[in-house]
């Protein structure tokens, strides 16, 4: 089985947009890939945040990740801090990846224009990323849209360091699914915990009907009467991915003719919806009931990367010329 690395940072409760784009597929992916995911806290920290948050965020990803359905008994799940050869990697990939070749990431562009100080973390985020995936050299990496940018530059990394010091790593290789951008609820952002635009996975079902409501749908569907564009509606993308396929159809016809309007149609989406997330949230209370199973699997899982990790680096050292004592000390 190719192996295949994949990350979400812990940045408190997940949402059905991390379900969508991310979470669900590394639930199918299982099957085929030998999987490695992890709980990217070193990227993490690049952003502010509150320390004393930063452990339950941690937690609370690795419960819902599990909740989902990733099963430790197929993939490896764990943090990445608990395994410190990311970061000793990252240094490494920090003397071959180019300056230039970073200050080209639009995301770096777009939160260097947001903040005032900028940390070196946000402009060499792509390398420990890079890191992350070579250091198991996995050869798939399931991304969003968002981080295509990143894994082509992770790419580049790799063809330089392959090209001067031997060919160690993969070209690790994107994998799409069919979510590739989930859109907020305001229609407008991609859904993001900090444009506060997203149903979260653990919200309760009157609470999701809350935020369904007033959610943004075609903007040139004022009245009941007026036809509808499914393709510009964000409620009808959420029901492809959630409602069955009869259901899509109809709801497209209906919005098209102008014969439901669109809270109905949100009512719909909801049950859909809750039926998806209702087995999860069960899950998740059964895990949040009790966290030392979710430790244990973490503590697992970072041992196990930990030896393949330490492995890697040994090699790196000795085909860079850095294996003083001949791999007696690791
Ligand atoms: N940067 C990714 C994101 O924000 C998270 C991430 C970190 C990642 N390391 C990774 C994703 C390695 C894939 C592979 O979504």
């Not at 099963?71 to 970061?87: G, I, M, N, Y």
């Not at 390398?127 to 990496?141: C, H, M, N, S």
């Not at 919005?255 to 209702?278: E, N, Q, T, V, W």
Request: proline fraction near 5%.
């Amino acid at each position: 089985m190719k192996r295949l690395f994949s990350g979400v940072q812990p940045s408190g409760e997940l949402h059905i947009g991390n379900y969508l784009g991310a979470i669900r597929n590394w639930v199918t992916l299982q099957e085929s890939f030998e999987c490695i995911f992890c709980v990217v806290d070193y990227h993490a920290i690049t952003q502010p945040y509150a320390v004393e948050d930063m452990a339950p965020r941690i937690m609370d990803a690795a419960t819902w990740i599990l909740a989902c359905g990733v099963d430790p008994e197929k993939a490896t799940l764990f943090v990445q801090s608990d395994v410190p050869e990311h970061t000793e990697l990252a240094w490494i990939l920090n003397s071959v990846a180019t300056m230039g070749d970073l200050n080209r990431m639009t995301q770096f562009k777009e939160k260097a224009e947001q903040q005032a100080s900028v940390n070196a973390g946000i402009f060499t985020y792509p390398v420990l990323q890079t890191a992350d995936i070579v250091l198991y050299k996995a050869e798939r990496v399931p991304v969003g849209e968002d981080q295509l940018q990143h894994l082509e530059l992770a790419r580049e990394i790799v063809r330089s360091f392959n090209a001067r010091f031997g060919p160690i790593f993969p070209e690790p290789q994107a994998h799409t699914g069919t979510a590739r951008r989930i859109m907020g609820l305001d229609n407008q952002f991609k859904m993001s915990k900090s444009r506060g635009n997203t149903i979260a996975l653990g919200e309760a079902s009157e609470a999701v009907m809350a935020k369904l409501a007033p959610a943004v749908t075609d903007v040139n569907r004022k009245r009941l009467k007026d036809p509808g564009d499914p393709e510009k509606c964000n409620v009808y993308t959420l029901h492809t991915h959630f409602s069955p396929e009869p259901v899509v159809e109809d709801v497209a016809a209906q919005c098209r003719a102008a014969g439901r309007g669109c809270l109905d149609c949100k009512k719909i989406l909801h049950r859909h919806l809750m039926d998806d997330l209702a087995p999860i949230q069960a899950r998740a209370a059964e895990l949040k009931a009790h966290p030392e199973r979710v430790r244990d699997i973490l503590a697992a899982g970072a041992e196990h990367c930990r030896k393949v990790a330490q492995e890697t680096l040994r090699e790196v050292r000795e085909k860079m010329g850095l294996c003083r004592t001949g791999g007696r000390i690791s």
